[in-house]
């Protein structure tokens, strides 16, 4: 199986966590710093100043080097280097607590902060490691004494005031941390598992084509032989019946049999080297109007189809696989005429370097339920026998190998428009690179 690299551009957990633990520290340094000196200034308490700026300072500097290595390192974070930032947090928090009054400082609410981010961003047993950490840290203050706040010139009264205004402003500081943080932090777990749920999907389906297109290869092989088998022996009859009492009309049934057999024999020309295949193309030069016309082959004449092409896009020349994306079409305007009462209409216009081809039908629409479902593998609306439900799967599988896009857009009783966008000149890379996601042989040609 090959690797899901729509899978490989979603950061990993871990990395998600520590970006949002560097932008909390670098909260913390702010506040840190806001508080030592509104504290000196506003409420006339003289701080150890210079080794409190010290322990911000590394603060500080370790965050700057983990952003420095977040962004330049590919490698994996590994969930020990982020337990060990907020192990460093709270050794450093410890220090600052020791020489501001040690527990009775009531800012030593900020340990909840760690412990609160470590329960969404880590394991249990690194969790347990933080608060045990914690608890180390409040339990070894007054063991090494700690530096009381130098309130001595102040009243009994006003000691109780700022002790009060302190709690006060500890709780909301930690409350906020606590509240901001884990939301943005869940927020973006959830946003990064609602991209792996689509990268599976994404791949999901590229299994589903891969397993599509050998059993298109095999059948393609399988058939090649009977079918050889019946061209030849009618084409033996069809020269043996030209004799006195043979009727016109058996001579007819057999030139019907070898262009029924004919016609199977170029479906499985197509589906073992067009859409069953998608890496085996040769990109060539082709009109707009000219790939539209192509894909009207073998189209039943009722519902009549339409072409309307933009003027300004009728002399452009497209650079891409022009047998696949013919097929693809064909496919789309196969499914309108199933759908439409009176007529199918196909537009082409090119936009900067896009072309975009339209098929709108004038049938009864779809539901949303419907709409949701209409790309999965052998799904399909029509009565049994009328259709296997590849045919939309496979022109997505064919579309967005080519770096396109496809949307159907349908109203109950309004019918259905479905349009697909691809580059005008098409990237050979992304269709080997498609290719190889899918386990073909990525075998691109030009033909000029």
């Known amino acids: 199986m090959k690797p899901d690299t729509a899978a490989s551009a979603i950061p990993e957990r871990n990395r998600v966590n520590l970006r949002w633990l560097i932008k909390l520290r670098w909260g913390s340094v702010a506040g840190q710093l806001a508080t030592i000196f509104g504290v000196m200034s506003l409420v006339d308490i003289h701080l ?4 409190l700026l010290l322990i911000v ?18 490698a994996e974070v590994r969930e020990h280097q982020v337990a060990a930032l907020m192990a460093l947090d709270i050794v450093l928090l410890t220090l600052l607590l ?11 609410f900020l340990y909840l902060v760690n412990i609160a981010l470590a329960s969404i961003a880590l394991q249990a047993q690194w969790t347990w490691m933080l608060v045990a ?3 180390m840290g409040v339990g070894v203050l007054p063991l090494v004494g700690y530096r009381e706040l130098p309130l001595g010139h102040l ?72 079918l050889g088998t019946i061209a030849l022996v ?15 009309s058996s001579l007819e049934d057999l030139r019907l049999i070898r262009e029924q057999v004919a016609r199977c024999r170029l479906i499985l020309d197509q589906m073992g080297a067009g859409l069953g295949r998608s890496s085996e193309q040769v990109v060539e030069d082709i009109a707009l109007p000219e790939l539209i016309r192509d894909s009207l082959t073998g189209v039943r004449p009722e519902p009549a ?10 002399g ?18 196969t499914n309108a005429q199933d759908a439409s009462k009176d007529r199918v209409l196909v537009t082409g216009s090119v936009k900067g370097e896009q072309v975009r081809i339209s098929v709108i039908d004038s049938g009864p629409g779809m539901s949303n339920e419907v709409l949701s479902r209409i790309s999965e593998p052998f799904f399909t609306t029509k009565p049994p026998g009328s259709g296997m439900g590849l045919g939309l799967y496979l022109t997505r599988a064919v579309v967005e190998g080519l770096g396109g896009s496809l949307h159907i857009k349908s109203t109950l009783g309004e019918g259905t428009t479905a349009s697909f966008e691809l580059p005008i000149a098409v990237d050979l890379q992304h269709i080997a690179q498609y290719a190889s996601e899918q386990g073909l042989q990525p075998e691109v040609s030009t033909n000029v």
């Open 48 to 51: 150890p100043l210079i080794p």
């Open 57 to 74: 300072s590394v603060e500080a500097a370790s965050n700057a080097a983990v952003t420095l290595w977040l962004s330049r390192t590919k």
């Open 98 to 108: 020791y020489f501001t009054g040690g527990p009775q400082n009531p800012f030593t």
């Open 133 to 135: 950490l914690a608890l």
């Open 155 to 226: 009243g009994a009264a006003e000691r109780e005031a700022i002790a009060q205004r302190g709690m006060w402003v500890a709780f909301g500081v930690t409350a906020g941390f606590i509240v901001h943080f884990l939301w943005r932090v869940t927020g973006a777990l959830a946003e990064r598992d609602r991209e792996l749920r689509a990268a599976r999907q994404v791949t999901q389906r590229q299994e589903q084509l891969a397993s599509l297109a050998t059993v298109a290869a095999g059948a393609a092989h399988e058939l090649a032989t009977p």
């Open 234 to 248: 009618a084409k033996e009859l069809e020269r043996s019946l030209p004799k006195p009492g043979s009727t016109e």
């Open 305 to 314: 189809v339409f072409v309307e092409v933009e003027d300004a896009a009728r």
């Open 316 to 333: 452009k020349i497209l650079r891409l696989p022009g047998r696949a994306v013919s097929q693809a079409l064909r496919a789309l305007i």
